[in-house]
């Protein structure tokens, strides 16, 4: 019989993963696959337990919101592990695995991702880390990482609409130096910066023209001009544009190898987790992880 490793964050979203392990374990023995559990604790166990791959492990599951992906991904990636990587949307915003198109029934994505396609999709990688949706920097990182985790189960996204408001009256612009394809792109102020490999933050679509198939990641960077007016422009960007076109307040740049400088050394977020420090070096490796599509056609969600 042939073995698949599940990892999961009980803590993720509402919770509803330890509710569904029994019928997570039965889906898969019917379809011939032995699913060994276990709890994700962010630590050495968790590389232990990946790294103890042999001919019969069929594939992993990762059960909780971008944040686990991201961590599982790291070892994969650094542990040199080649096995498909199947997603349960079991977070918050769930970004990646909505993307490629999961379920959120969480019985219906076992069976799916049990018939799904192995695509070859690719990452980014921000000086030693590296990333399945968003990299970022500036406003939303602060907020994404203060609001508390209650609020973000409880409200999703909304929670970082309320959040954001209460950060304006204290929030310091930046100054950011980015290098992209050997081309200086922009020296100035920004309010926030995103690099995307994925499409959306917070279930929010921001990256219209991402493709995680494509060898690039895509740059969208908003302006520090005039705070209040900008941040109107880029939630209404955000809400309602449906001509995916991007408005003067934000810069797009398509690349495969950044670099990006600061005067100071700002907070940074990778998938919803405390990024590395300034300067900043940030690659897309192309291909780089295999990962179960529910789809048989790798069509994205816009």
Do not use: W
């Not at 791959?53 to 994969?76: F, S």
């Not at 019985?107 to 590296?130: F, S």
């Not at 895509?218 to 939630?235: H, S």
């Amino acid at each position: 019989m042939k073995k698949v490793k599940l990892l999961y964050n009980p803590s993720s979203g509402d919770n509803r993963i330890v509710n569904s392990l029994n019928d997570i374990i039965t889906t898969y023995q019917k379809h011939g696959l032995h699913v060994t559990p276990h709890i994700l604790e962010f630590g050495s166990s968790d590389i232990e337990f990946l790294t103890d791959i042999d001919e019969n492990d069929d594939h992993i599951i990762a059960a909780g919101g971008d944040g686990t992906i991201n961590h599982i991904v790291n070892i994969l990636m650094d542990n040199n592990i080649d096995i498909p990587l199947a997603l349960l949307r079991t977070g918050t915003a769930n970004d990646f695995a909505n993307l490629i198109g999961v379920p959120s029934d969480i019985i219906e994505a076992c069976e799916k991702n049990i018939k799904g396609t192995v695509r070859k999709l690719d990452l980014g990688k921000v000086n030693d880390k590296y990333f399945m949706n968003v990299f970022s920097c500036g406003l939303f990182t602060d907020v994404s990482q203060k609001t508390p985790t209650i609020m973000k189960n409880t409200f999703g996204k909304l929670a970082y609409y309320f959040s954001s408001i209460g950060e304006l009256p204290s929030f310091k612009k930046m100054h950011l130096n980015i290098t992209a394809n050997g081309e200086e792109v922009y020296s100035d102020s920004a309010l926030i910066f995103f690099v995307f490999n994925g499409k959306t933050a917070g279930n929010l679509k921001i990256a219209y023209l991402s493709d995680i198939q494509d060898g690039f990641l895509d740059i969208l960077l908003v302006k520090g001009d005039n705070i209040g007016e900008i941040i109107r422009t880029v939630f209404h960007y955000m809400t309602h544009n449906r001509h995916k076109s991007y408005p003067k307040d934000i810069i797009h740049v398509k690349s495969n190898d950044i670099v990006i400088t600061s005067a100071s050394d700002e907070t940074t977020d990778i998938d919803g987790q405390p990024g590395p420090s300034f300067p900043l070096k940030i690659t897309c490796e192309p291909g780089a992880v295999k990962v179960i599509c529910p789809r048989a056609k790798m069509k994205l969600k816009d």
